[in-house]
């Protein structure tokens, strides 16, 4: 063998590693670079929209991946491939910078605030009274839920009931029930209470109580997950009409519930064009994941499909993700407030 010649068993390995690099790099690509389908209608841009709309809230994943590949490569002195990675690396370090700087909570208002947890209590919870303890211990003035069904309204309302008198809910066998909770009462609204946002008509919920002599409307959501390409068609049209009311809002809105979407994903960003901020992008710390909670994969860095966000006229005072309580998904617990008039962004685009 020549002296400094590799050795032949090592070239397999070697391709499978630049294999596996290009596949990472050129996902990351996609995810960040490829614009989506103007519709996922039709089998072929349904599947191209899947593919690219996964691989959005997988970004940090792949950047990870890909930047630690890129300085293994910078170790072995592989400098073209490091250089290749190089992107992602960097990508991460912007968001880290991002992060970081609204990541402190702002001071405790001195005008009325709303306390707010929303969890997906998962149909097959095994501790169902944990997650009560939960519910109760957030010590928040409107809990919003989704999976509820009628083993969870058997336990939660007459635990809720005194603490929580005001309650909407649609009991629903599938994974698609909802229920609000408020210790504040309901204002009567010329607004559904139960819009129905896409094509199958999946249920939400949208409420409104008086914070500081004024209106906010409150909307529960839970999105279609990206299983299938029908999911994914069907999730896109729940977006758009969820889009739509958000524009055509009348008062200040507060949007929670499980999106199954990523914080890297086009929707978030469509939401944050309208003026609506995120609660862990304003005042979050750590990761802010929320799934997954169960299981092995609850070590595995986890996604933000989770989500409060808030129009303008809101500002949030504090935004934490809860312990695990037998769900898939962790609870969101924020605490929100009026913005004043300089806090306040332009209000949304009318469309």
């Avoid at 999105?223 to 758009?240: A, G, K």
């Amino acid at each position: 063998m020549t002296e400094g010649a590799l050795p032949a068993a090592s070239t397999p390995t070697r391709s499978r590693e630049a294999l596996i690099a290009s596949a990472l790099l050129a996902s990351f690509v996609l995810a960040r670079l490829s614009p989506l389908p103007a519709s996922p209608e039709g089998p072929i841009r349904g599947a191209v929209f899947a593919v690219l709309i996964v691989l959005q809230s997988l970004s940090w994943h792949l950047a990870c991946g890909a930047a630690a590949l890129g300085a293994l490569a910078a170790s072995r002195r592989r400098w073209p491939c490091a250089l290749l990675h190089a992107g992602p690396a960097l990508w991460l370090i912007t968001i880290g910078v991002s992060s970081t700087q609204g990541s402190r909570a702002e001071e405790a208002p001195r005008e009325a605030s709303l306390g707010l947890i929303s969890v997906n209590l998962y149909m097959a919870n095994a501790t169902p009274r944990t997650m009560l303890e939960q519910l109760l211990s957030a010590r928040a003035d409107v809990i919003a839920l989704q999976e509820y069904n009628a083993g969870w309204h058997a336990l939660l309302a007459p635990a809720l009931a005194t603490s929580h008198p005001y309650a909407l809910y649609q009991l629903r066998e599938d994974a698609f029930g909802m229920a609000l909770y408020s210790r504040l009462p309901f204002l009567p609204i010329a607004e559904m209470s139960a819009p129905r946002f896409g094509r199958l008509a999946v249920p939400a919920q949208r409420v409104s109580v008086s914070l500081g002599g004024r209106r906010i409307d409150l909307l529960n959501i839970h999105t279609l997950p990206p299983r299938r390409v029908s999911y994914v068609q069907e999730q896109w049209h729940q977006f758009v009409g969820l889009r739509a009311a958000c524009a055509a809002r009348t008062a200040p809105m507060i949007i929670c519930g499980d999106f199954n979407w990523g914080a890297y994903s086009s929707y978030h960003a469509s939401l944050g064009a309208i003026g609506f901020r995120d609660g862990y992008e304003a005042v979050g710390a750590w990761s802010g994941a929320t799934w997954p909670s169960l299981g092995l994969a609850r070590w595995a860095p986890g996604l933000r499909l989770d989500h409060v966000y808030a129009s303008p006229e809101i500002r949030f005072v504090n935004h934490r993700v809860g312990a695990p309580a037998g769900s898939d998904h962790r609870p969101l617990i924020a605490r929100l407030a009026l913005a004043s008039a300089e806090d306040s962004a332009p209000a949304p685009e009318r469309r």
